[in-house]
């Protein structure tokens, strides 16, 4: 059993999960990740792929093996006899964990976050996107990184989750950022690996002040926009249960209470760095 923690969280898992650094603690998990060899109900996954009973969430990944993220927030893995154990980790720590941190009270949202000092910004939207590619840009302007993927909050805070982001050796070798640390994914369907910012570089919790939201465009452009336009950009991006609805909409305006929420138009014709200093002059004019 290996013993990890995340987010303030004891996590005891039967799978090594290498981004995070393993910790000795006597305490009772929070969080357990366990391997089962069957599952029997496969017939639950013929039309979704993330599927909400009264008691658990099941997840599908591309390989085929199956997530039960339950209500005291176990993470039981049915791993697909095709697909090697060693790898399991690389979905674990995205769908599964997200949902296991919304079951111990954190809202979980889909994007990313860099940081000055203890003021945050938040990227939100679709992979693809271009959030984690802003992120690295900004943290090679300067910025501190605070998460990557899964944006977590809790308590008027954003919490850094792990230092490691995805992304390319190109880009990694255009920004000439010196990390610690790369791991290869099998993965990744846009052929990205993890690598390790330097702890020097990062903020573990911060305050969350501004959300951007991305879209495509022909000049950059960044646009202020209501709460209520900005709840729904971060709805479809939020982990949200099914059965929980009310609870769901609560967590979102409690996240958008203290942020001032914009659009952002990036130029898909113009060099990254030029998107990216853009956003830059912007965040650095409100925080």
């Known amino acids: 059993m290996f013993s990890y923690q995340a987010c303030n969280l004891n996590i005891n898992s039967q799978i090594e999960i290498p981004i995070f650094p393993k910790k000795e603690t006597s305490k009772s998990p929070d969080i357990e990740i366990l391997i089962k060899d069957h599952f029997d109900h496969s017939s639950l996954f013929e039309t979704d792929k993330i599927i909400f009973t009264d008691n658990s969430i099941y997840y599908e990944n591309e390989s085929g093996t199956i997530f039960e993220i339950?209500?005291?927030s176990k993470i039981i893995i049915y791993p697909n006899k095709d697909n090697a154990k060693k790898n399991i980790w690389e979905s674990l720590i995205g769908i599964p964990f997200g949902y296991a941190l919304s079951k111990k009270g954190f809202s979980v949202a889909h994007g990313s976050s860099v940081?000055?000092?203890n003021n945050a910004a938040c990227i939100f939207g679709y992979s693809?996107?271009?959030?984690?590619?802003l992120a690295l840009s900004l943290v090679n302007k300067g910025f501190n990184f605070v998460t990557e993927d899964l944006c977590i909050f809790q308590d008027k805070k954003i919490y850094q989750f792990?230092?490691?982001?995805?992304?390319?050796?190109?880009?990694?070798?255009?920004?000439?950022?010196?990390?610690?640390?790369?791991?290869?994914?099998?993965?990744?369907?846009?052929?990205?690996?993890?690598f390790k910012i330097r702890e020097?570089?990062?903020?573990?919790?911060?305050?969350?002040?501004i959300a951007y939201f991305p879209v495509e465009g022909e000049k950059k452009s960044i646009k202020k926009i209501t709460k209520s336009e900005a709840f729904e950009f971060i709805f479809t991006n939020f982990y949200r249960f099914d059965n929980q609805k009310e609870s769901d909409l609560h967590k979102i305006t409690n996240i958008l209470e203290s942020l001032d929420c914009y659009l952002y138009a990036r130029d898909i014709n113009a060099p990254i760095d030029e998107n990216a200093e853009y956003l830059s002059n912007h965040i650095k004019s409100l925080l």
């Open 70 to 72: 339950s209500d005291d």
């Open 200 to 209: 020097e570089n990062c903020s573990e919790k911060c305050t969350p002040k």
């Open 162 to 194: 792990n230092r490691w982001i995805k992304t390319t050796k190109q880009f990694i070798k255009e920004l000439k950022i010196d990390v610690q640390g790369e791991i290869q994914l099998s993965q990744d369907t846009r052929q990205r690996d993890l």
């Open 115 to 117: 940081s000055i000092g």
């Open 128 to 133: 693809g996107l271009g959030k984690s590619t």
